[in-house]
């Protein structure tokens, strides 16, 4: 690998903002017509310091605080929800290697990808597994030093085109998680193509057989892939997806406000109709509460609050549902000029329905929201 590309500085909302308007927007609808983010684009991420915000400073990252890591995600949702949920991804990786991989393993790995060089993925959904990671159906076999995986895991995001995956699974029974090198011998990639909305996140199929990896590849304890390391990174995954919610609902709102202002019907423009003008109300709104929310949740999780964890799954399920409030608004009021492939709120629509699913659906989050305040 070439010397680390170090971001020229530490990230802030505004200076994402503008990368995000000069290079994610523009080439938002071709990434979603062509179901691909391109490797240059997570190169020039690199270098505005988007890949490693995640990563600790000693290894090269620019580890942002969660209120700055939350206003990024909403900047990058507002552009393109594909490349944000990309970005989710590396956190979801980098965070739990960061905490509980070995400093090999950091050293190998935490610097290379926060310089874009290395793409990574984490594997849990599987085709018969889904939220209940208790049941995952992979499994692992230690023998004469190595790791041996079987199993198959499905709608692994950026799988396609990821140098290396956080793959969790069964070892007697009890919870790993794996570093497995792309290329590695028994693992196969088959990329999938169609997802309805997030359509350049490069999802694929992995199937493992007799994949073997030396057992320095274990991130973690055995026993703790599930409880500690999976958690770890659903929890900051669930974070960031709420913040790209935020961003997302607020493209919603942005575009209805400059298109309702534009279209005349009977004699003035769509804004100044009261029912518009209500859906514009509700858009407001949802948008700021859901900020809110995630703001609550950013500050406790930077404070170490074990209440964080329960502030994040209300900030998700609120957001992602704004999110599709918001894109189911932005499609009313654009009428059948918004149905059409191509129009930002076509592609709107279909990407908030998978904000409400990803990280653990709405239902889960009911759930899970309810056993935590012991309903």
Same mark, same amino acid.
């Given at each position: ?19 995000? *308007?000069?290079?994610?927007?523009? $080439?938002?609808?071709?990434? *979603?017509? /062509? ?8 190169? /020039? ?19 942002? *605080?969660?209120?700055?890591?939350? &206003? ?30 070995? /400093? ?50 499905? @709608? ?5 085109? &990821? *140098? ?14 794996? %570093?497995?090198?792309?290329?590695? !011998? ?19 199929? %992995? ?31 669930? @974070? ?12 919603? %709102?942005?575009?209805?406000?400059? @298109? ?13 109709? !009261? ?32 209440? &964080? ?7 998700? @399920? ?49 759930? $899970? ?7």
């Amino acid at each position: 690998m070439n010397t680390p590309l170090k971001a020229t500085s530490v990230p802030t909302a505004l200076g994402i903002r503008q990368f995000v *308007d000069t290079h994610i927007l523009p $080439q938002a609808a071709q990434m *979603d017509q /062509e179901q691909e983010i391109p490797r240059a684009l997570f190169t /020039e991420m690199a270098a505005e310091g988007l890949t490693g915000l995640a990563v600790p400073v000693k290894y090269g990252g620019t580890a942002v *605080d969660y209120a700055t890591l939350g &206003a990024i995600h909403e900047e990058l949702g507002r552009g393109y929800a594909s490349v944000q949920n990309a970005c989710t991804v590396f956190g979801m990786v980098c965070k739990p290697l960061a905490r509980f991989g070995s /400093e090999a393993q950091k050293h190998k790995w935490l610097p290379a990808i926060a310089a874009g060089e290395v793409i990574p993925a984490i594997a849990i959904t599987e085709p018969m597994v889904g939220s209940d990671i208790a049941k995952l159906e992979t499994e692992a076999v230690q023998e004469d030093g190595q790791i041996i995986l079987n199993g198959r895991k499905k @709608y692994i995001t950026l799988g396609q085109i &990821a *140098d290396v995956f956080l793959v969790f699974a069964r070892l007697n029974g009890r919870g790993v998680a794996v %570093l497995v090198e792309r290329g590695t !011998p028994g693992l196969q990639i088959d990329p999938m193509r169609g997802l309805m909305g997030l359509r350049a996140n490069m999802i694929a199929e %992995l199937t493992f057989e007799h994949c073997s990896v030396p057992v320095e590849n274990l991130v973690g304890k055995i026993g703790f892939g599930f409880t500690h390391v999976a958690n770890y990174a659903l929890d900051e995954g669930r @974070y960031t997806t709420a913040c790209g919610s935020v961003g997302l609902a607020q493209a919603c %709102l942005e575009q209805s406000i400059q @298109y309702a202002g534009e279209r005349f019907q009977f004699g003035e423009p769509l804004r100044k109709h !009261p029912l518009v003008q209500k859906m514009l109300s509700e858009m407001i709104t949802g948008s700021k509460a859901a900020r809110e929310l995630c703001a609550a949740a950013g500050r406790l999780r930077e404070q170490g609050d074990p209440a &964080a964890i329960t502030e994040t799954l209300v900030a998700k @399920y609120h957001a992602s549902k704004t999110a599709v409030h918001a894109a189911d608004h932005a499609l009313q009021i654009h009428g059948a000029s918004g149905c059409m492939s191509g129009n930002p709120v076509e592609r709107f629509y279909r990407d908030a329905k998978i904000m409400e699913i990803i990280e653990g659906t709405s239902q889960m989050h009911e759930l $899970q929201i309810a056993r935590n305040f012991r309903l």
